[in-house]
């Protein structure tokens, strides 16, 4: 994942209930001008299961990934039927052969189902900032908001963290119409503001000069 696709961060096993890939990475693509990324999902494969079976499978995981392939380890190179399947169906083929990888097939691009993907870079401890709309490590997968203050600005600022903070109006929409219940008041509704806007842009609105 680092090396091939040039991932800054990469995962195994990590998914959401729907399911889960094997491998997860994620990589920029926002050139100079944004902090846009890209999520790639990798089912590996022993070489052993139906080839249309496992391709389906890998296919499913553009619900919230950008990018789907399929991994298969095998001595002989995928057979043409092979090839054709996967380009039919459109995911990605990676050959492990002698614990070396090939992309033998792009990946085409894929839009995601909004919600699966942000909850799943989530997990992987990423979030999206609402001032400079670049995605950053909100914390770690352990602990996935460790970086954030909860709405303490002035915190932020010194400790050079991010900001968490939750949209209470959102909140009563959804949970009015039952599409997402808040049960004793919780909000649900978080979002984030990265470190780097704290300290480029928000701490200087309490400066003096
Ligand atoms: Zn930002």
């Known amino acids: 994942m680092k090396r091939h696709f040039l991932c800054f961060k990469s995962d195994i096993n990590k998914g959401l209930k729907h399911g889960r890939a094997d491998v997860i990475g994620i990589r920029d693509i926002g050139?100079?001008?944004?902090?846009?990324?890209e999520t790639i999902a990798i089912e590996i494969k022993r070489g052993t299961s139906p080839f249309a079976t496992a391709s389906g499978q890998t296919l499913g995981y553009n619900v919230s990934a950008n990018r789907v392939y399929l991994a298969d380890?095998?001595?002989?190179?995928?057979?043409?039927?092979?090839?054709?399947?996967?380009?039919?169906?459109?995911?990605?083929?990676?050959?492990?052969?002698?614990?070396k990888c090939t992309e033998v097939l792009s990946s085409p691009f894929?839009?995601?189902?909004?919600?699966?993907?942000?909850?799943?870079?989530?997990?992987?401890?990423?979030?999206?900032?609402?001032?400079?709309?670049?995605?950053?490590?909100?914390?770690?997968?352990?602990?996935?908001?460790?970086?954030?203050?909860?709405?303490?600005?002035?915190?932020?600022?010194?400790?050079?963290?991010?900001?968490?903070?939750?949209?209470?109006?959102?909140?009563?929409?959804?949970?009015?119409?039952?599409?997402?219940?808040?049960?004793?008041?919780?909000?649900w509704e978080r979002r984030f503001i990265c470190p780097e806007c704290v300290r480029?842009?928000?701490?200087?609105l309490s400066a003096s000069d």
């Open 31 to 37: 050139g100079d001008l944004s902090g846009e990324v």
């Open 73 to 99: 380890r095998r001595a002989k190179s995928f057979t043409q039927d092979e090839l054709q399947i996967a380009s039919h169906l459109g995911i990605g083929l990676i050959q492990i052969r002698n614990k």
């Open 110 to 187: 894929y839009r995601p189902i909004q919600r699966f993907n942000f909850a799943l870079l989530e997990n992987l401890g990423l979030g999206k900032c609402q001032l400079c709309g670049s995605f950053f490590e909100i914390g770690t997968i352990e602990k996935t908001h460790a970086n954030l203050t909860r709405e303490k600005v002035k915190q932020a600022i010194l400790k050079e963290k991010g900001i968490m903070f939750w949209n209470e109006e959102v909140a009563t929409r959804k949970d009015k119409v039952g599409l997402r219940p808040s049960p004793q008041g919780i909000v």
């Open 200 to 204: 480029n842009f928000i701490s200087q």
